[in-house]
């Protein structure tokens, strides 16, 4: 069985280290990602993305486009 992939999309740096550290400790592959455009790169690049965790307030491109 392949280890779940998230992609945390998170601007602020202690909120998406903590994420990445939870979601590690849980036994998941975490990618991440600092605004929208960074998030568009790693999905275009890793086709084993099992969900997204997004703040819909981010620079540039937000959550919601």
Do not use: C, W
């Amino acid at each position: 069985m392949q280890t779940p992939v998230i992609l945390i999309v998170e601007d602020e740096d202690v909120t998406r280290l903590n994420l990445v550290s939870l979601f590690e400790a849980e036994g998941y592959k975490v990618i991440e990602a600092i605004d929208g455009d960074d998030m568009h790169d790693k999905l275009t690049n890793n086709d084993d993305v099992n969900l997204v965790v997004m703040d819909i307030n981010l620079p540039g491109k937000n959550g919601l486009i």
